[in-house]
């Protein structure tokens, strides 16, 4: 098998990454850089952007890479796109590995973007947990109400007006985000489907609270073969890599 090319940032990819050390497949793990510290993978890591799709099949071809796997965030769009770009560019097999996406609670405001949850919240000022990560913040800025953020790095300047800034790393619990939401008198929580165990404990402790949630809808992925684990992951790499179709 030629060397396999991991796109990560997930538990999943973490996962992936310590299938493919244990099996001895030769693979690079890629990371965003978008955290200043990074978990420690057991394979030769690489930090930072590849210059867009171009960079990207650049590096490809460069490096001999006979296969992609894309195991991002599933709402790292525009990654995606560009891996799905630079692989019909260089004809090297690409798999989406993503989580399932949560079951959809009748109770909850589903929207299809930030757009969609900015105007979904109400107009008069509220305590609003805002778990969407520090990337796509600023267009709740024109709302009154008490942000709270949960961010992995402390950011460099305060993101939004009013916010209060909590800094952890998941996985979370339920009994944890209820004290933690309880505490700053929440009352909407601000949610992408992301899927996961990991992330989930934030739905139960709202539901638990009676918290209104409003929950974003995935992004529309590349049209590219997609499993569920680490396992069927490497499952496919060892049944299409070879083959390089």
């Known amino acids: 098998m030629r060397r396999i090319l991991l796109l990560g940032g997930t538990t999943e990819a973490s996962r992936l990454a310590a299938l493919l050390a244990r099996a001895g497949v030769a693979a690079v793990f890629s990371y965003a ?25 650049r590096y490809l ?17 525009q ?27 009748p109770g909850w405001s589903r929207v299809p973007d930030i757009a969609g949850a900015v105007a979904t919240l109400p107009r008069v000022p509220t305590g609003v947990f805002l778990a969407i990560g520090k990337q796509t913040l600023a267009p ?8 709270l953020l949960r961010l992995v790095d402390a950011p460099d300047a305060p993101p939004l007006p009013g916010a209060q800034v909590v800094l952890a790393r998941g996985p979370f619990t339920a009994e944890g985000d209820r004290a933690l939401m309880a ?23 709202a539901r638990d609270l009676g918290v209104r949630v409003v ?12 499993v569920a684990t680490p396992e069927q992951a490497l499952d496919w790499l060892h049944q299409t890599a070879p083959r390089g179709v």
Do not use: Y
């Open 183 to 205: 505490a700053h008198g929440i009352t909407h929580l601000v949610a992408k489907n992301s899927g996961g165990a990991g992330a989930r404990a934030k739905l139960d402790a």
């Open 79 to 105: 990654i995606s796109r560009n891996a799905d770009a630079a692989c019909r560019a260089g004809g090297v097999p690409m798999l989406m590995l993503r989580r399932p996406a949560w079951p959809v609670d």
């Open 61 to 77: 071809r460069d490096q001999d890479i006979g296969a992609v796997v894309d195991a991002t965030h599933p709402f790292a769009a």
């Open 140 to 147: 709740f800025a024109a709302l009154p109400h008490r942000w």
């Open 215 to 226: 929950l974003i809808d995935r992004p529309t992925a590349p049209d590219r073969p997609q």
């Open 33 to 57: 850089g978008r955290t200043e510290a990074p978990i420690a993978q057991p394979l030769p890591t690489r930090i930072g952007g590849f210059g867009g799709a171009d960079g990207l099949a």
